[in-house]
């Protein structure tokens, strides 16, 4: 992937802008920068390597060069959009789990951010804001997905097991613009339908472990266990408590992991 083959591979989906870089600290934190001085709308920022990648829960991000996708999109809300922001996520994680889906793949979504294939971690999303006083200017949506296999972190590393496509499929996955043009085409449709139904429920019938019983860890360290039963229209995680009542996990710093 070079700057070239990313802009002939894009030309067709009217980007607010584009900054390429071989190599960068994170796609968020200049996306951020960007961001917070006037970018455009579905602006997009895409490294070929990241030395400072980060994940959710302050984790580290692996992104070794030539091997795997890390890029971060830049939205400017409308004011239709803004009371549904909180499935951001969910469009974006539909949009990757879109691309898999057309390798001939069976993703699923691992609440809040992750898309697993087989089980196993293959892209993660980490979506920040700007903040202009209580409403958000604009939002970042960067995701990572791992294509070829030097891109799967070190096993010792690990939180959650993790494969990269390459992986998955037995052979060479198509060129990472490529998977980059079908997850903004992707994001593209699924944005239109941020505000609809449809969307929550397309998100709900890709969860991953839905039926069975889960646990959640939140950061402070309290567990909550159930049966993963769906979400909620604000794509909050609704899980089925053993008395079978309804227990409501928000986003924030919560790990979901099945119980065997
Ligand atoms: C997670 O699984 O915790 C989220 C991982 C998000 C990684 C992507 S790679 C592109 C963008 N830049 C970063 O520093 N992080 C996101």
Redesign the pocket.
């Known amino acids: 992937m070079n700057e070239t083959s990313l802009k002939k591979s894009l030309s067709k989906l009217n980007l607010g802008g584009l900054r390429y870089f071989d190599s960068i600290g ?4 200049e996306a951020l920068a960007w961001a917070a001085g006037g970018a455009n709308d579905f602006s997009l920022v895409v490294a070929d390597e ?1 030395t ?6 302050d ?1 580290k ?1 692996f ?1 070794p060069a030539g091997s795997a996708l ?3 999109l830049i939205l400017r809300p409308s004011a239709p959009e803004l009371p549904h922001l909180s499935r951001t996520v969910g469009l974006a994680a539909l949009s990757a789990a879109d691309s898999c889906l057309k390798l001939g793949l069976a993703p699923r979504i691992k609440w809040p ?2 898309i697993l294939v087989n089980g196993k ?1 293959t892209a ?3 979506v920040e804001t700007v903040w202009a006083g209580d409403e958000a200017d604009s939002l970042v949506v ?3 997905m791992n294509v070829y296999k030097p891109s799967v972190p070190p096993m010792d590393s690990l939180h959650f097991p993790a494969t990269s496509l390459e992986n998955e499929l037995g052979n060479e996955p198509p060129a990472r613009e490529q998977i980059l043009r079908e997850i903004l085409t992707a994001f593209l449709s699924w944005r239109e339908k941020i505000g609809a139904d449809e969307l929550v429920q397309a998100w709900e019938e890709m969860l991953a472990f839905r039926g069975e019983q889960v646990q959640i860890q939140s950061g402070g360290g309290a567990h909550v266990t159930g049966r993963l039963d769906g979400l909620e229209s604000d794509g909050s995680l609704r899980l089925r408590g053993e008395h079978d009542n309804s227990v409501i996990i928000r986003f924030g710093d919560v790990k979901l992991r099945p119980i065997a």
């Open positions: 994170s796609t968020n934190d990241q400072q990648g980060r994940g959710r829960l984790r991000w992104t890390a890029f971060s951010n992750d971690k993660g999303i980490l960067g995701m990572g």
